[in-house]
Structure formats: C-alpha cells, structure tokens
C-alpha cells in the first residue's frame, strides 16, 4: 500500500480539526482576538496558538528528525499549565501578549501544519500506531478549545460596550412551541459506569466499574427561560433557603439577580447572544447557569439534580441520537428548545447539564508518564462534573460517558438544568 493511501484519513481528519478551529475564528476582528477579560476566558489569539504548540512540542519535536520550532521563545507564551513542559506566561496575564502577531500565529498554524502533513505522509504505519495516542489527544485536545473559542468569543463581545453580534442574525428565526414537563422514570440497580468502547475517550472516563442507584425520576427536558424566570420572580436569587451556603454568599455578593448574560430593558428581559442582544425565549433552555443557581432552582422547585451515574445510565436507556443533536457543527451557537414528540430531549447537544457530583477519579485511574499525565488527574479536586455537550461542542467529540468538569461558581460555558426526583 502506498504511503500517502495509507495515511490519507488520518491527514484528512487532521487537516479537517485545524480548519474547523480557524472558521470558528473568522467572523472575528483581529482586535477581539487578544481580549482576556475574565482569567477563565482566553485571547482568540492565544487558543489558535496554543492548541498548535500542542502539536509542535508533542508530535513534531520529538518525532519528525530535523524539525525546528517556529519561534523558540512560543513554548513560554503558549504553554497552558503542563509545569513538565516548563516555565510559562501565566494564565491571567495571556491578554497581555500583543506579540506575536494574529497574522504571525496564522503563520504559525501553517507552518506546524505543513509539517505534520510532512511528518504523516513519511511515517511508517508502524510508528503512527505506536505514538497514536498522542496523535489523538491533540486533535481531541483541539476540539475542546473549539468549544472554548465559542464561549470565549461570547464572553468578550458582551464586554464591548456596542454588544456586537459575532454572527448576523438568522433571518427567519422559527417561532418556538412549549414541551410539556413531564418526569420519566428510570429503574435504578446496579449499573455499569464508564467507557466500554475501542475508540478513543480521556483518561477519566476509564475504569468500568459498578454503582448501585434507586429507582429515580428524569425530566424529559431541560428547563426553560420561563420556568427559570418564576423563581426570579418569585424572589429565588434573594432567599437562602434554597442556595449552599457558599453559593448564595457569591450571588450576594457579585449581586447576581439573573443568569449570565440577561438584561433588563424597558421592563422586558432579554439577554446577549452570538446575534446580539435578542428578547428572551421564554420557551428555550435556561443558559449560563452556575452550579449553584442550578442546585438553587432545582431546590426551590422540589427536585434535585441528577448525579453524574444517574445521567450515563438515563442516557443509555434513552439513547439519543446525536446526529440529530445541536453541536458546534449546526453554528446555532445557541440552545434549542425541546423537540415535541421526543420521548426525553437534549440529552446530548444543546447545553451542558450540571451533576451533583464531585469531579473524582473512577477506581484505578492512573495517569500518564510525563507532561501528558497533567492532562486531567491534577484536577479531580473542588470541582463538579457535567454531562452531555453543548451547541458549542463539536459533535464526534461528545458520547455518554464524556466527564466534563468545572468550578461551581463558572456560568461563561453553556450549561443549563435538568431536574431529578
């Protein structure tokens, strides 16, 4: 078999994630592209880079012979916190590196694309298998700072003043039709937890192991603006009934009264999105939800949360398709509202649902030797886990076993509720 027929799909694939990465970024000035107003949220520019040194110092360097780095000063500003690799610009400071260039980091992008393709084409198949892994992290890798971008992106438009759209909007936007709440129900017993498959999944997902569930209850959609809107209205941000102590101190005293992103204006709420700022749709999925406004209302409303093994095992029983789900590749770039007819909805795509439960390792975790062993194992402390994608997250990086986690405080990601009982 020739060499090139041989590694012609793994070049496509590869080709395919770097140009997604950079369409994402085309709408854009080169202006928005070196904002970091927030230290969860990083310059454009940073992310094209970042992810492409990725690829340079743990593809190229050490594997293709005679490979010179572009600029060897970019491991210090484009390093995100592997202390393996060595010394770095930290992370709240990214907004500060006006330099290089956006063109320059373009330049840089195509450089370590051409020889990757060089490094692909030339490479035995028996070397490939062997450093595959490393291979696949980085595309993976990639396809979660597209996501990144997304909510990036927006999270430094709705700083500006002017609330500029970083997409024009739809121009027959559909009128949307409420979804009956109605609670499914699902048989508890033991379970199997984790990922059974051959293809690729990060290390937290591995370690298969047994829980125990009661019979529990699943509502068959995530919960709406208008539902949300009731326990505003009904006083939910201001009563301590209902928060964590820790949470309702941090809405008290950063005076949250709304979610992320809502404003109120001339007695109607509206909130910014990848369009600008639109009217609130009562009807579709409540976004930008911290942990604790999502463990607030579920409380207020006399439910819970799901815990993250009773999301995997609902899921496997509902087995959505996501085909037909709201992924990055739809460029909604925006919730949708629940489909009518569908026996449980937005499962995967559409927003990222909050568990409550804790991000820890599954029983006989074990990390990677070196640099890649900082991956995920370094953060299994105070933060919580998250299930099912977002309209942000590209669609063939998602499955039902995908652990996302973050800060309980974070509500700059599209994430949103789904209630239990």
């Known amino acids: 078999m020739p060499v090139e027929t041989a590694h012609h ?36 520019k940073w992310h094209l880079a970042h992810t492409t040194w990725f690829f340079e110092t743990f593809v190229l360097e050490p594997h293709l012979p005679g490979y010179r780095v572009f600029h060897p000063k970019y491991s210090f500003l484009f390093n995100s916190y592997y202390n393996s690799i060595g010394s770095r610009v930290l992370r709240n400071q990214r907004g500060t590196v006006t330099r290089p260039t956006l063109q320059e980091v373009y330049q840089y992008r195509a450089y370590v694309n051409e020889h990757m393709q060089e490094f692909l084409s030339q490479t035995s198949v028996e070397k490939l298998t062997e450093i595959n892994p490393v291979l696949e992290l980085g595309l993976q890798h990639e396809q979660q700072h597209q996501e990144l971008l997304i909510t990036d992106i927006k999270f430094i438009l709705s700083t500006n003043p002017l609330l500029p759209a970083y997409l024009p909007k739809p121009a027959n936007k559909l009128t949307s039709k409420a979804v009956k709440p109605v609670m499914l129900r699902v048989k508890g017993g033991l379970h199997e937890i984790g990922y059974q498959g051959k293809d690729f999944c990060f290390d937290n997902e591995l370690g298969v192991h047994t829980v125990y569930v009661e019979d529990f209850s699943i509502m068959n959609r995530l919960v709406t603006n208008a539902e949300y809107l009731e326990f505003m209205q009904a006083g939910g941000y201001r009563d301590f009934r209902h928060w964590l102590g820790e949470g309702f101190e941090l809405a008290t005293t950063e005076h949250w009264e709304a979610p992320l992103y809502w404003f109120q204006h001339e007695g109607r709420w509206q909130h910014f999105t990848m369009h600008g700022l639109e009217d609130i749709d009562l009807h579709a999925p409540v976004t930008h939800i911290s942990f604790y406004e999502a463990n607030a209302y579920a409380t ?3 439910k819970r949360l799901l815990t993250e093994f009773e999301w995997e095992i609902a899921c496997n029983q509902f087995h959505p398709d996501p085909a037909k789900g709201n992924f990055l590749e739809q460029k909604k770039f925006g919730a949708r509202t629940a489909t009518p007819g569908e026996t449980c909805s937005q ?3 559409d927003l990222w649902e909050w568990t409550y439960s804790a991000y820890h390792p599954y029983p006989h975790f074990s990390k990677a030797p070196g640099a890649l062993g900082e991956y995920n194992g370094k953060f299994m402390i105070n933060q919580m886990v998250l299930r099912g994608g977002s309209c ?30």
């Open 9 to 44: 799909p793994l070049t496509a694939r590869f080709l395919a994630v770097r140009t997604q990465t950079e369409e994402i970024c085309q709408p854009l000035q080169p202006e928005d592209t070196v904002v970091q107003p927030i230290i969860d949220v990083s310059p454009p």
């Open 300 to 302: 207020w409303a006399g």
């Open 347 to 349: 499962l995967l795509g």
């Open 392 to 421: 942000a997250t590209p669609q063939n990086h998602i499955r039902p076993t995908y652990r996302n986690f973050f800060h309980p405080d974070k509500r700059w990601q599209f994430s949103g509720i789904r209630l239990a009982e």
